[in-house]
């Protein structure tokens, strides 16, 4: 692969969100997390445990599923879970991974899903936070990716807060973002970009002091994706 493209970008950089022997979730509506859950297990030499939101528990999908609802993401799972199974071992502490969704995120990791523009009479109405509230607060560490990367996505400041809590990791095609403790700061960048232009695209302030060009991708992760 000798550049990268918005895609592979965004699921290989969500796969090496996972660490050796944690259990690892994937949301609704999460297909580029659970691409990235299916590329990690063909990829990577190191064990952990995969569940989704359709319930499969370590499932062996032998074609490569199309949404979180496609029969073929629980196609050989050891167990199935209910979504009270998942929250609940979540709530226990037991998850050290999540995949969630939004539509705008701050330099804090508070994530918005509920309303654009003002709540009361917005813009557009948002589906809601669905596990948000339970599982982004209590797992061990959550991971989000916004496909665009924008001032409208990445701001300042919410126009809701849906949920807040653990989230470490924001992967978008542009850069890689990690926050630990505070505000996000900038991992890496997309290397036929700059971080110039990764400021200019971000609404919110953040620390570039210790930030490199995304190393490429290995070449198991090429030949998985």
């Not at 990235?36 to 190191?46: E, N, S, W």
């Not at 300042?156 to 949920?163: P, S």
């Not at 900038?186 to 060009?213: C, I, M, Q, Y």
Request: proline content about 7%.
């Amino acid at each position: 692969m000798s550049t990268w493209s918005p895609f592979s970008y965004i699921v290989i950089n969500l796969a090496r969100q996972i660490r050796a022997g944690e259990v690892t979730f994937s949301g609704v509506n999460s297909t580029l997390p659970m691409l990235a859950c299916v590329l990690a297990k063909r990829a990577y030499d190191f064990h952990f445990t995969y569940i989704n939101v359709a319930g499969g528990v370590e499932p062996q999908p032998t074609t490569m599923p199309h949404s979180s609802s496609d029969p073929a993401i629980v196609a050989g799972s050891a167990a199935i879970f209910s979504n009270q199974d998942f929250y609940d071992l979540c709530a226990r502490g037991g998850i050290g991974l999540v995949y969630l969704g939004c539509a705008q995120i701050d330099a804090e990791g508070r994530t918005n899903v509920s309303a654009i523009g003002p709540h009361a009479k917005p813009k557009v109405r948002l589906p809601g936070g669905g596990g948000a509230a339970v599982m982004l607060p209590t797992a061990q560490r959550v991971a989000t990716w916004r496909t665009e990367h924008s001032p409208r996505t990445l701001v300042e400041k919410l126009d809701f807060v849906t949920a807040s809590g653990n989230l470490a990791g924001l992967v978008t095609p542009l850069a890689v973002f990690q926050r630990t403790t505070g505000r996000f700061r900038l991992e890496s960048w997309h290397p036929d970009s700059s971080v110039d232009e990764v400021v200019k695209r971000t609404g919110f302030k953040f620390d570039a002091a210790n930030a490199k060009p995304t190393p490429s991708p290995t070449r198991s992760e090429e030949h998985t994706s």
